[in-house]
């Protein structure tokens, strides 16, 4: 009897076993059926926790763009930088001094006098090219933000203009930085749809010439027209970049077309304004549709014909130059004194830069300057010009 009861016994924990065997065999399949069962409960709360996160993310991305143009507005929608070039080897005697961190004297040993000048920033002869971007920086995000960004570098020619625009390829200047930054900033655009495109536009003798016009080709007749958003050039070749190296590849092709002679204040003078631009058009998060330009401008030289020593077609190049700076003074003195009626039409480059000077555009003079005491009445007038910019308040259209 007590063998019939141990194998009775050994029977059912043998059955027992058998029947968490088969228990844990079958756990899998019904984890999976009661997680299929609710999956589309659980697909709900997962996808309401995220757009409940994607919802603060935008806001949040909203009211930092918003904070930041608001502190790009008070810092001035039109500001002006001045640098000072380091003397060069055959130049000797300075007319320039420091007084304190925003402020620039120049000194005429020929009468004797001196006059002081204030400005946004002014960045010293042993500045670099680094240091001077980190002040423009954030203008690139402003742009990606919807709004048109100009920013001109003015001074008379050798002032230095050019190296800081297009700077070389082991110390690049404005343009390689500034384009480097905008594709930073597009892509960290999470959610957002960007789309650039770029144009270079050469102003020479009042005609817009597109420099990127293959050689050979029949060069349009381009103007200014007034469309539904503004100001733009009709036939202007836009083409589609998506990396700085496009962008470099751009440059490339439009320097070979551009305008360049020799005076005797500067043996390689540009002759003309140059205008890189990249147009975006740009699609939010939440699908609020946004256009804007950013516009870099490498001015020709301001200098006057008895000094600079050109004659004939030289000579016409440059009253044709001083005509289109002289243009640009009347709208920024416009500006200033809050003139009913801005003359934007009077020269073709302030017709093109119209968007750019006005409403609530973010626009930045890079004032060049030249320190050699011997071109001290050169520096006068491109100072004097960058103080009566840096007194320009722009209002809202």
């Not at 007590?2 to 029977?11: D, F, G, M, V, Y």
């Not at 299929?36 to 409960?41: I, N, S, V």
């Not at 420091?98 to 204030?118: A, H, M, V, W």
């Not at 140059?274 to 950013?294: A, F, K, N, P, Y």
Request: positive net charge; aromatic residues 4%.
């Amino acid at each position: 009897r007590l063998q019939q009861a141990a194998a009775a016994s050994r029977a059912q924990l043998a059955e027992l076993r058998a029947g968490v065997r088969a228990d844990l065999a079958r756990q899998p399949q019904v984890l999976e059926e009661a997680i299929t069962a609710r999956l589309g409960d659980i697909e709900q709360l997962i996808e309401a926790g995220t757009r409940g996160w994607r919802e603060k993310y935008e806001l949040e991305s909203a009211r930092r763009r918003k904070l930041h143009n608001l502190v790009q507005e008070l810092k001035g929608n039109i500001r002006v930088y001045c640098r000072v070039r380091p003397l060069a080897a055959h130049e000797s005697g300075s007319c320039v001094s420091f007084p304190s961190g925003d402020e620039l004297q120049i000194r005429n040993e020929g009468n004797g006098t001196k006059k002081t000048y204030q400005f946004n920033e002014v960045f010293k002869e042993d500045s670099t090219q680094a240091q001077l971007f980190a002040s423009i920086r954030d203008l690139v995000c402003s742009m990606v933000d919807g709004y048109n960004v100009c920013i001109f570098a003015y001074g008379q020619t050798g002032a230095g203009k050019t190296h800081s625009m297009q700077g070389t390829p082991a110390d690049p200047g404005i343009y390689t930085r500034t384009f480097s930054e905008l594709f930073r900033v597009a892509r960290e655009r999470s959610g957002w749809k960007v789309e650039l495109r770029g144009a270079l536009v050469e102003v020479y003798n009042e005609e817009i010439r597109d420099l990127l016009v293959a050689p050979g080709e029949k060069r349009p007749k381009l103007a200014v027209k007034q469309g539904k958003e503004g100001n733009h050039v009709p036939g202007l070749t836009l083409q589609p970049v998506a990396t700085p190296e496009d962008v470099d590849a751009l440059l490339a092709t439009g320097s070979q077309n551009r305008t360049v002679a020799a005076t005797d204040m500067n043996t390689h003078s540009s002759r003309s304004h140059l205008l890189v631009q990249i147009h975006g058009s740009m699609t939010t998060g939440e699908g609020r549709q946004l256009s804007s330009v950013i516009t870099l401008v490498d001015l020709a030289g301001s200098e006057r014909l008895a000094k600079s020593g050109v004659s004939g077609d030289r000579a016409k190049e440059a009253i044709a130059i001083n005509k289109s700076l002289s243009a640009l003074g009347d709208v920024i003195n416009s500006r200033a004194t809050k003139s009913a009626h801005t003359p934007f039409r009077n020269s073709a480059l302030t017709h093109l830069l119209q968007e750019s000077l006005s409403g609530d555009s973010k626009t930045l003079m890079l004032l060049q300057v030249n320190p050699c005491q011997d071109h001290v009445e050169e520096s006068l007038c491109s100072v004097t010009f960058g103080a009566r910019v840096n007194a320009v308040e722009m209002s809202k259209k």
